[in-house]
Each structure stands twice: as structure tokens, then as C-alpha cells.
Antibody, heavy 118, light 110 residues
């Protein structure tokens, strides 16, 4: 069974760093893209970027380029989304999703809520 | 960058009625790489339709998708109480890999 399990909720202060994770299981982790999606409170879905763990090819949405870093550790089938300096506006739910044929998202993680507040 | 525009923003209907949701792209979507998702409060998005018209595993046949090029439609033939939710269209592709979401259509109980 394909599963993407994300790390838990985080509460951080502005200026702090953070790295959240997404662990894949039940499939060949290196053969599928993993994308990240932001959903701010009460708002829609926004694509942030995508990584191919097999060769670490990473692409970012122009809106998120330079704001976050996406990485993956194929030895433990885990993708990451990280911030070096959080802002209050980073408060959101973050989802990872597997990109199947044509990079189509076919399986989603349960989401990780990030709250940034002083 | 492709922009997806969904209409209407909100659809107020009664159970048993037919829902028609629209998604228009700013440029032609290759290979009909267009998906539809349902999202309920506190839940992750659920894939309903992929490649514009293929139902995902376990999705009831009252959900159907159609369209090509720049105009796509999701139809829910007879609304069940559990269908009241927000629906998003999404464009995907692998050359280069990128995703784009529409802003969503809320289907609410009238």
C-alpha cells in the first residue's frame, strides 16, 4: 500500500528555522516525484515545488523560489521542506504528494500544520 | 505559467441536483493533464478525476470529467449529502514538472 506519512504539527517563532518531512512507503521512492503544496488558513491549494528523489532534480514555483528548500534522502525514502527564517505568513497546512505518470499527484500525505507566532 | 480559473466560486444546490463546475486554462493543457479534487474541512484533497476524464479508484460514477485544450468540466450527476465540499482543478505535467491549481469552487447546501 502506497503511503506518505508527514511529520507532526509545529509551532515556531518568527525567524526560526524548520524542516518538515514526508516519508514514502509501499513503492519505489526513487522512481516518482514528490511535490509540496501549501494551504493557508481558509484558502486554496498552492504548488510550491517538486523533487525527483532518484537524481534530486528539483523545481520550484516562481512564487516560492528562494523562500523554501526542497530536498530528499533516498536512503530513508524521505522528502523534506525547509525554511531558514520563518515568517508569520508561513502559517499554513503543508501537504506532500506523490507525482505519478505525467507527474500527476496520485497519493497525498495527511498534511503538517505549521504555526508561526511570536 | 498556466493559470486555471474556476467558476462559479460558489454553487448552492440541493441534494439530488446536478452540479456543473468549470475550469478554464490560460493556455492549452497538453495531453489533457487535468485533474479534479474534492476537499472537505480538515482533510487532505481527494483525487476524483485525472487526465480530464478518468475516474480515480473508488470514485462513484456520479462524478464525471470532460474537456480538452483550455476548457474542462466536472459534473456531479446527483448530489449526495457527502458531496458538499470544495472542488479544485489542477494541471500537471512532467516536461518540465509543474503543478497549478484553480482557486476552487465551493458546493454548498441550498
Amino acid at each position: 500500500e502506497v503511503q506518505l506519512v508527514q511529520s507532526g504539527a509545529e509551532v515556531k517563532k518568527p525567524g526560526e528555522s524548520l524542516k518538515i518531512s514526508c516519508k514514502g512507503s509501499g513503492y519505489s521512492f526513487t522512481s516518482y516525484w514528490i511535490g509540496w503544496v501549501r494551504q493557508m488558513p481558509g484558502k486554496g491549494l498552492e504548488w510550491m515545488g517538486i523533487i525527483y528523489p532518484g537524481d534530486s532534480d528539483t523545481r520550484y514555483s516562481p512564487s516560492f523560489q528562494g523562500q523554501v528548500t526542497i530536498s530528499a534522502d533516498k536512503s530513508i525514502s524521505t522528502a523534506y521542506l525547509q525554511w531558514s527564517s520563518l515568517k508569520a505568513s508561513d502559517t499554513a497546512m503543508y501537504y506532500c504528494a506523490r507525482g505519478g505518470l505525467g507527474a500527476r499527484p496520485d497519493y497525498w500525505g495527511q498534511g503538517a500544520l505549521v504555526t508561526v507566532s511570536s | 505559467e498556466i493559470v486555471l480559473t474556476q467558476s462559479p466560486g460558489t454553487l448552492s444546490l440541493s441534494p439530488g441536483e446536478r452540479a456543473t463546475l468549470s475550469c478554464r486554462a490560460s493556455q492549452s493543457i497538453s495531453s489533457s493533464y487535468l485533474a479534479w479534487y474534492q476537499q472537505k474541512p480538515g482533510q487532505a484533497p481527494r483525487l476524483l478525476i485525472y487526465d480530464a476524464s478518468s475516474r480515480a479508484t473508488g470514485i462513484p460514477d456520479r462524478f464525471s470529467g470532460s474537456g480538452s485544450g483550455t476548457d474542462f468540466t466536472l459534473i456531479i450527476s446527483r448530489l449526495e449529502p457527502e458531496d458538499f465540499a470544495v472542488y479544485y482543478c489542477q494541471q500537471y505535467g512532467s516536461s518540465p514538472p509543474a503543478w497549478t491549481f484553480g482557486q476552487g469552487t465551493k458546493v454548498e447546501i441550498k
